[in-house]
């Protein structure tokens, strides 16, 4: 099972990136798929979570109005479109899916089995 995120780089404060985590090796359609990031010199912090059917989110308030999490089960797929990017969402994001079907959006890090390798994101200002 491995989940690959990518569509991180660099980016200019305001502007836009879409990341991506594929699934492959199992199907996740019903398991709740999260994104969290890592700053420098920072814990890892939850960001977006999404349900299993893709009908419940969940954000955390720093990125609220802000970034939007979705997901396409037929392509095994969670995206994380961010806009109005900050200096301060510079960050490692990681995509992880749960260890258990659910129709919530979870948003402890306990509660998913499967993480991605991570994609960098860097905001200039």
């Known amino acids: 099972v491995q989940l690959q995120a990518s569509g991180g780089g660099l980016v200019q404060a305001g502007g836009s990136l879409r990341l991506s985590c594929a699934a492959s090796?199992?199907?996740?359609?019903?398991?709740?798929m999260g994104w969290f990031r890592r700053a420098p010199g920072k814990e890892r912090e939850f960001v977006a979570a999404?349900?299993?059917?893709?009908?419940?989110?969940y954000y955390v308030d720093f990125v609220k109005g802000r970034f939007t999490i979705s997901r396409d089960n037929a392509k095994n797929t969670a995206y994380l479109q961010m806009n109005s990017l900050k200096p301060e969402d510079t960050a490692v994001y990681y995509c992880?899916?749960?260890?258990?079907?659910?129709?919530?959006?979870?948003?402890?890090?306990?509660?998913?089995?499967?993480w991605g390798q991570g994609t960098q994101v860097t905001v200039s200002s």
């Open positions: 992880a899916a749960a260890f258990r079907l659910s129709d919530y959006a979870l948003t402890g890090d306990r509660d998913y089995a499967y």
């Open positions: 090796g199992r199907t996740f359609s019903g398991y709740p």
């Open positions: 999404i349900s299993g059917s893709g009908g419940s989110t």
